[in-house]
């Protein structure tokens, strides 16, 4: 995995940079390279060692520390010589994790590992740190002789696979972010990087840095992360803070009018400030894609704030636009982005394409998008196209065919997807379910995938008792194997579940395909009824979606006896994977697991999909202990009922479903929580 854990849907991008008509003459691409890129300076004195955020920075001897100028001002201090590192995780439920990730990816040991937490000691080569309002007065009496940063520091600047220094800068010089702190570490053996938020996210982050090797033909050489220890400051980590800015409201218009791979993105995001000073809209925006070991540009073309030119920095991966001056708090902005570029790409070279969850369109982070959704797609005629949401026409007119779907309400993560397909509908109670199958006409397994839509819906209705929140579902199919993915009212899903005894391979990968059907099916409550905000809460989708998947099964077996004993095949399937998972195996930060090992890997999908619905399992049953199996079961589905029709259309948090659980049955469940989910344990059935 060549990326940082940041969002889930970011793709891999590269070095690009854009500035619009200047507001004020301000040049935030100019700024930004300025503060990546900083003249050393004067030497400066230190009271005592440096803090950066639960780390220590302290000069040994031969070392000088100079500071770093850009833009007529302090951006960071550079540590040129021997400096001592100290770094302390002091948060419980981050220990674990930062401990497996010690030992599984660097050469670095704790000095001490105790009931107060983990501590790293190491003797830095030198260090870089970033950020504005650091401690330190320059030396009295000296000239400054500007100078370069060290060589090492320029090789990993040089088109990371992360986000460089100058964005979370840029937060804090214009986005009301103060505090933020970045710090590139050099070990004797290993280059770290900590990244401090005491503001925006509230969480400090200590990745390594590691190098793409020449095996890869497009990105070797470049660097990127691995986590090593992450802990939230201020906060416990079920207190998770907002976003100080949230799109209320996206349209998007996808046009693909030439049939080729190129297309055009334009975008209009209605954004509302939550907090005062928010004065920096920073998203997730591709800036290539990759076609036969080729990179291809996707290019801004304009960016404009409330109709006018802004400012605006698209770098690695990421889109920053200066809204000058900040909304205040309550009060709205609109943005408008056009870009382009070879987005419409057709895998194996296929008669279709698909925008899925990645930042085809600026993209604000989990907990910066409850929107409104109105999309309209234009392809040749010959084509059909897909979008999340309710169709409200489709209209064809001089070759061309026209798309415009709505979503109301809250959404996150829209697509779009179109290609040459055969589609297959029926409406029933008022909700049209749509299957689209590729190449062929597969009719029969179209009209039964169709039927075990609304099997699912009816299910999930009477659990949860709330409706299915569309008019419309589109299943279509991916000429792939092995997965699915369910945005808001579509659900991609490869080709076994079309053709599932075709041949040898087919059998292979359709082992299971009504239960990942089922889940995906479940994500539309877990996931788009009750939203998540972080990755952290991601277990609320995905678990929860795979324990409803396995009720639904249990239900629409046929018999009391064969449901059992799916239920229990799949109960035994949750155990057995769970016992695989390593150290460390916190359900709620199994997204900083880190490691190059395929069993590194699978310990995240493993915590998700294994131990988080077994997890949910044994709750029901401590219910059922606690209360007796019929009150147990009761209280459980109310659990579940509250949780969806409190939050319907907003964040749904672990936080709310330890709250609602204490409410329904008059007793503390935090500490339970904090054994199974927060922490490593995993519960005895």
């Avoid at 006018?308 to 200066?322: I, S, T």
């Amino acid at each position: 995995m060549y990326q940082k854990r940041t969002y889930p849907w970011m793709a891999v991008v590269t070095l690009a940079l854009g500035l619009a008509a200047p507001a004020a003459g301000f040049d935030l691409a100019a700024w930004s390279r300025a503060v990546d890129h900083p003249t050393p300076g004067g030497t400066v004195e230190l009271d005592g060692p440096l803090a950066v955020g639960s780390a220590t920075l302290e000069p040994l001897q031969g070392c000088t520390v100079r500071e770093l100028m850009a833009n007529g001002e302090r951006c960071g201090l550079l540590f040129a010589g021997p400096v001592k590192l100290t770094f302390t995780v002091a948060d419980r439920f981050s220990v674990p994790v930062a401990r497996r990730n010690l030992k599984r990816n660097t050469k670095i040991a704790p000095k001490r590992d105790d009931a107060s937490g983990l501590e790293i000691v190491e003797t830095l080569r030198s260090a870089v740190v970033w950020g504005f309002g650091l401690t330190g007065a320059p030396a009295a009496g000296e000239a400054a002789t500007p100078g370069t940063l060290p060589e090492w520091v320029e090789k990993i600047l040089d088109r990371p696979l992360f986000a460089p220094p100058s964005h979370d800068l840029a937060q804090a010089a214009f986005g009301g972010a103060a505090g933020m702190a970045v710090a590139l570490l050099r070990a004797p053996k290993d280059t770290l990087l900590l990244r401090v938020d005491p503001t925006v996210d509230q969480l400090e982050e200590l990745d390594l840095v590691m190098k793409i090797p020449p095996r890869d033909p497009v990105d070797h050489g470049r660097r990127y992360l691995l986590p090593v220890a992450a802990q939230p400051i201020g906060r416990q980590w079920w207190d998770r803070p907002g976003a100080p800015l949230m799109a209320v409201r996206e349209e998007l218009v996808v046009d693909n009018s030439g049939g080729g791979s190129r297309l055009e993105v334009t975008s209009e995001s209605t954004v509302r400030a939550l907090r005062a000073g928010a004065g920096l809209w920073r998203v997730a925006l591709v800036d290539r894609t990759v076609s036969h070991r080729e990179e291809l540009p996707v290019e801004v073309r304009t960016v404009q704030v409330n109709g006018k030119p802004a400012p605006f920095l698209r770098q690695d991966g990421e889109l920053l636009v200066r809204l000058d001056p900040p909304p205040p708090p309550g009060g709205t902005v609109t943005i408008r982005v056009i870009h382009d570029g070879h987005l419409a790409l057709r895998p194996g070279g296929d008669s279709y394409w698909s925008l899925g969850t990645w930042a085809w369109y600026p993209q604000p982070a989990m907990n910066a998008e409850l929107a409104e959704v109105d999309i309209r797609v234009v392809t040749p005629e010959d084509w059909i196209a897909f979008a999340s949401g309710d169709t409200v026409s489709r209209e064809t007119a001089d070759g061309l065919t026209t798309l415009h779907t709505h979503v109301e309400g809250a959404a996150q993560f829209p697509v779009v997807a179109a290609g040459k397909y055969h589609v297959y509908s029926d409406t029933r109670n008022g909700i049209t379910c749509n299957v689209a199958t590729y190449v062929f006409g597969k009719e029969k397994a179209a009209r039964l995938l169709i039927d075990f839509f609304f099997a699912a819906a009816k299910v999930y209705n009477e659990y949860f008792h709330v409706p299915y929140p569309y008019t419309e579902m589109d299943i279509v199919e991916i000429n792939s194997w092995g997965w699915g993915q369910a945005p808001p009212g579509v659900i991609f899903i490869t080709k076994e579940a079309f053709t599932p005894l075709a041949d040898s391979l087919t059998q292979i990968f359709s082992q299971g395909i009504n239960e990942r059907i089922a889940h995906e099916m479940a994500h539309t409550w877990w996931g788009h009824v009750v939203k998540m905000d972080s990755t952290e809460e991601q277990w609320i989708t995905e678990s929860f979606a795979e324990y409803s998947a396995a009720l639904f099964l249990e239900v629409a077996a046929g018999s009391r006896k064969k449901g059992k004993r799916l239920f229990t095949k799949l109960l035994n399937s949750w155990k057995g994977n769970t016992s695989m998972v390593g150290r460390g195996g916190s359900i709620y930060l199994g997204s900083y697991l880190a490691g190059e090992s395929f069993e590194d890997r699978m310990d995240e999908v493993r915590l998700l999909y294994a131990k988080g619905p077994m997890v949910l399992h044994a709750l029901r049953l401590e219910l059922q202990k606690k209360y007796g199996q019929k009150q147990g079961d009761r209280y459980f589905i109310a659990l579940l009922r509250a949780f969806l029709r409190n939050f319907e259309g907003r964040y749904g948090a672990t936080r709310h479903l330890v709250g609602i659980l204490d409410q329904i049955t008059g007793e503390s469940w935090q500490g339970w929580f904090e054994r199974y989910v927060y922490g490593c344990e995993v519960p005895k059935l």
